[in-house]
């Protein structure tokens, strides 16, 4: 029991037992993602990288991708550096840093799919082929999807995806999308306490 409590994950979250992110991340929760994404920066942010990168090829944006993933293998790494160094980045790594846990990652994209700012290192650079950004951005500024659930062995917790399209303050246009993941196993304990 002592072992179970150290690393934060209580008998009951055992791995065979999944909890329903649709049903933690309420509402709610949804509204408090929102109000700290609408912080000027994020459109900003996303808006100076439509006007750099709105114009791709699919080979372009293939080739940035492929870069990214060599990067993180590679001792020197431009594409890496700028992004994680871009004031987007460092605004949610300091909302990640602010939540205790509750956010292992977060990462926001343009209307390509590419990151434009990340809390952590990603495994890719594009998110355009993914669920997580073709179940929000092309459904409109009001798109959620929350994705299944998943076990972290290393960490021994359950996290889930809510994912969001991300609208433009001026005209309610959709220019990109977020990616929120969440410590389902802390959300639960929250809830338990009623924070």
């Not at 791995?15 to 109000?35: K, M, N, W, Y």
């Not at 709105?54 to 060599?70: F, K, M, P, S, V």
């Not at 609208?167 to 220019?175: C, F, V």
Request: net charge negative; charged share 20%; hydrophobic share 40%.
């Amino acid at each position: 029991m002592v072992a179970l409590i150290v690393c934060g994950a209580p008998p009951a979250l055992a791995e065979g037992t999944p909890p329903d992110p649709r049903a933690l991340i309420t509402p709610e929760i949804v509204s408090q993602v929102r109000g700290w994404l609408s912080n000027p920066i994020v459109p900003l942010s996303i808006k100076a990288q439509n006007a750099a990168r709105g114009n791709l090829t699919q080979a372009e944006i293939d080739a940035l991708d492929t870069q990214w993933r060599t990067e993180r293998e590679a001792d020197d790494k431009p594409l890496i550096s700028a992004t994680l160094s871009a004031p987007l980045s460092i605004y949610l790594l300091r909302v990640q840093a602010h939540a205790l846990g509750l956010y292992p990652e977060i990462f926001v994209m343009d209307a390509n799919g590419l990151n434009v700012g990340q809390s952590a290192i990603t495994g890719d650079y594009w998110q355009g082929d993914e669920a997580k950004f073709q179940k929000t951005f092309p459904n409109g500024p009001d798109a959620v999807f929350i994705d299944d659930p998943e076990w972290e062995d290393e960490r021994g917790i359950w996290r889930a995806q809510l994912n969001l399209s991300l609208p433009d303050p001026d005209t309610g246009r959709t220019i990109g999308a977020a990616t929120v993941e969440f410590n389902l196993t802390e959300l639960m304990r929250r809830a338990s306490f009623g924070s």
